[in-house]
């Protein structure tokens, strides 16, 4: 399967058209010349395994909950059916304001692993440079010459890094399997990204897959390259001219996978709707710390259908 590949080298008009053909024609693409060094991505990988490779008790004092979504977790749902992974998520502590679905949001670290937290807030600090100057590139490939007017994204963020650990499972659903297995586990089953844009990195190992003409195609990891892709925000943003893939992770039963998610998301108090450049809007506004709290409502039980931004359909 074709998937896109962009360079953040490229002149400026060609990388305009090229995020705009790569989101209108598969809402992923490679992303190359990033500027991240291949010695911290391989530092970044190493240490996922240290860390996965704990004894369950030992991660399980990291564990997160409903109300401190930063940390260990190995229950979480996906469309109600428990994926066959677990994570550690990494991100900002609550900041006060009442618009914070989290108030009591607070990283936890390791204990003993030596470097491991300025290594994770190091990467997640190339992560947000990179998505900034993606968000400016895709909001100019809708037609709008104000960036920060047409699509608010204030600098107190909610972006979050996951790291992710997929173990061996001994029962995995076939690779061409339907969106809910007869038999089989997933990783994670079919959903699309609620933020911006996601930046995944990935270990040797394949396992994503992405929804394209009616199959699942498996996405082949590149070395040195970052796996993006627009989510619902970007899809509202351009009131439907690019849609935010449907995408999952198929487990394996004979090699784990580990990978590193950078999920760019607004500020708790941001609002977002169609850019005035993509004409009539059909969506209404919505508030992301409705929104995100919504969707992570679900990661913990079954609480029903799913909220999806297909509900704020004008």
Known sequence: MFIPEISLNTDK?????????ACKSHGFFYLVDHGIA??????????????????????????????????????????????W??????????DGTAEHPFP??????????????????????????????????????????NADQDAPFSKDHSSFLRLNHYPLCANPAPEDSDFVPVHGELGISHHTDAG????????????????HQEQWHTIQPKAGALMVNIGDVVQVWSNDQYSAPLHRVIASATQQRYSAAYFYNPSYSDHYAPIPSTGEPVYKSISWAEFRSGRTAGDYADSGEELQISHYKL
């Open 104 to 145: 009591r949001a607070k990283t936890q670290w390791p204990k003993k692993m030596q470097g491991f937290q300025p290594l994770m807030q190091s990467y997640m600090n190339h992560c947000a440079a990179i998505c900034e100057q993606l968000r400016v590139l895709l909001i100019q490939s809708l037609g709008s010459t």
């Open 13 to 21: 008009k060609q990388l305009v058209d090229a995020l705009r053909q």
């Open 85 to 94: 992974k677990e994570i550690l998520d990494i991100g900002p502590e609550a």
């Open 196 to 211: 911006a844009l996601t930046l995944l990195l990935q270990s040797d190992v394949a396992g994503l897959q992405f929804y």
């Open 38 to 83: 291949i010695n911290e991505i391989e530092t970044l990988l190493r240490n996922m395994q240290v860390f996965f490779n704990q004894p369950q008790p030992k991660k399980q004092e990291l564990m997160r909950s409903a109300t401190n979504p930063w940390g260990y977790y190995d229950k979480e749902l996906t469309k109600n059916r428990k994926d």
